[in-house]
């Protein structure tokens, strides 16, 4: 029942609700739990699930994400197992890719030459773990067209999310129906408290896939396959859902949350799965030797805790850490934490410096930054605002290279 399926990753998403970490890259290549890349998860679900043709569509502010994916993802040895970049080629038009289906539209020749019969068309910027080879076993027992991988939420919380519609047919749910953050979700056949929401992730068969994407370049709209494609398949091809509760992953806890996936795209859920990371009994745990999430090698030596107090935290490698208190945080790699520190609840990624006697409390620091001694953050929200990006929940978020030089901007007026 094996066939050759190709990926398609949509990675060129501008993450606009993740400013100011998505100033200067894109969302895929955000930084994740001291070590990763968002990318990296989808990337190792499809290889973890022996899926070895990928091709990754970049686009906005792509250089970081391009890099990360030369040093971190080279796979295989045979012509049919890559790991390829692919910027906007501009064969059929000039211009920047305008959707997610356009995307793929733009870059038909890679279908046509690779013959694939099933094109996996999956977002780049959730964090999960995903036995794809699962979902393609599901769509060909049951003789679909098009899959969309779904995920109950609770009726009362699906308003935010975009959800499916399904009827049960011979036990696949077949899709009759979208709906974009409703504000009555039509709940899931015979369980009224859960809906379907979809995770953004799909398989085509391929020479309709084609057919489809050839239709909607000619067809006004915003060449996406959630907004545009979907809704009009769902009348002509048998498109189904797949219920991602169902979705098995070895060496699973069973302290951890079954069928564990997030959107991160927003600031506050983003830190909430950097969060969800930590503990001795994590929700998300990613000490898994049987579905391991793969990254880029590091060099950087073991880090180093003197007289530090560090409790549910993880800390990357090459960091330093002299006479601090640590409490819920997220470490990340060639960090160097000062004496007298105070961190809780926060997330520091690489190179930064936390200068003496700082304290912070539900920050997010982003690369390089430079704290100057006798910071403090996160404890008077009406003065942070003034000086820094916060989000709506009161979440502070530090962007790239700010330096000793604008040390009168981190000092909280208290300390001067």
């Known amino acids: 029942?094996?066939?050759?399926?190709?990926?398609?990753?949509?990675?060129?998403?501008?993450?606009?609700?993740?400013?100011?970490?998505?100033?200067?890259?894109?969302?895929?290549?955000?930084?994740?739990?001291?070590?990763?890349?968002?990318?990296?998860?989808?990337?190792?679900?499809?290889?973890?699930?022996?899926?070895?043709?990928?091709?990754?569509?970049?686009?906005?502010?792509?250089?970081?994400?391009?890099?990360?994916?030369?040093?971190?993802?080279?796979?295989?040895?045979?012509?049919?197992?890559?790991?390829?970049?692919?910027?906007?080629?501009?064969?059929?038009?000039?211009?920047?890719?305008?959707?997610?289906?356009?995307?793929?539209?733009?870059?038909?020749?890679?279908?046509?030459?690779?013959?694939?019969?099933?094109?996996?068309?999956?977002?780049?910027?959730?964090?999960?773990?995903?036995?794809?080879?699962?979902?393609?076993?599901f769509h060909l027992e049951h003789h679909a067209d098009i899959t969309v991988a779904a995920r109950p939420v609770p009726v009362q919380a699906a308003q935010g999310f975009g959800i499916i519609e399904v009827a049960e047919t011979q036990g696949a749910p077949r899709i009759v129906g979208f709906q974009e953050k409703p504000k009555q979700p039509k709940p899931m056949p015979g369980d009224p408290g859960q809906a379907f929401s979809s995770m953004g992730n799909y398989l085509f068969n391929a020479s309709l896939l084609q057919d489809i994407l050839e239709h909607d370049a000619k067809t006004p709209g915003s060449h996406d396959f959630g907004r545009d494609i979907l809704p009009r398949a769902i009348g002509t091809h048998r498109t189904l859902a797949y219920n991602f509760c169902h979705n098995r992953i070895p060496g699973l806890n069973p302290y951890e949350e079954s069928s564990y996936w997030r959107d991160v795209g927003t600031l506050e859920a983003y830190w909430q799965a950097n969060m969800d990371i930590l503990g001795e009994r994590p929700v998300f745990d990613l000490c898994n030797a049987h579905w391991p999430i793969l990254t880029d090698h590091c060099d950087a030596p073991p880090s180093s805790l003197i007289r530090a107090h560090v409790d549910h935290s993880v800390v990357g490698q090459g960091s330093r850490i002299v006479g601090a208190e640590i409490s819920r945080s997220v470490i990340g790699r060639d960090i160097t934490i000062e004496q007298g520190v105070s961190l809780?609840?926060?997330?520091?990624?690489?190179?930064?410096?936390?200068?003496?006697?700082?304290?912070?409390?539900?920050?997010?620091?982003?690369?390089?930054?430079?704290?100057?001694?006798?910071?403090?953050?996160?404890?008077?929200?009406?003065?942070?605002?003034?000086?820094?990006?916060?989000?709506?929940?009161?979440?502070?978020?530090?962007?790239?290279?700010?330096?000793?030089?604008?040390?009168?901007?981190?000092?909280?007026?208290?300390?001067?």
């Open 1 to 137: 029942m094996s066939r050759n399926v190709l990926a398609m990753i949509m990675a060129g998403g501008k993450g606009e609700r993740l400013m100011p970490l998505t100033e200067h890259r894109s969302k895929p290549a955000v930084p994740f739990a001291a070590k990763y890349r968002i990318v990296d998860f989808v990337l190792s679900n499809f290889l973890n699930s022996n899926i070895r043709s990928l091709y990754v569509l970049v686009q906005y502010r792509s250089q970081s994400l391009i890099e990360h994916l030369r040093r971190a993802w080279r796979v295989g040895e045979r012509p049919n197992e890559f790991v390829s970049v692919v910027p906007p080629q501009m064969r059929t038009r000039s211009g920047w890719y305008e959707g997610t289906a356009d995307a793929v539209y733009q870059n038909m020749n890679l279908l046509r030459d690779f013959k694939p019969d099933l094109v996996a068309v999956f977002g780049a910027d959730h964090i999960y773990r995903m036995d794809i080879n699962q979902m393609v076993q």
């Open 344 to 416: 809780d609840e926060c997330i520091i990624l690489d190179g930064a410096v936390v200068g003496a006697k700082s304290r912070l409390r539900r920050v997010i620091v982003d690369r390089f930054n430079h704290i100057p001694e006798g910071t403090s953050i996160g404890f008077d929200v009406a003065a942070d605002r003034k000086r820094f990006h916060v989000g709506r929940s009161g979440l502070v978020v530090l962007p790239q290279w700010h330096t000793t030089d604008q040390a009168s901007l981190y000092r909280h007026p208290t300390l001067h």
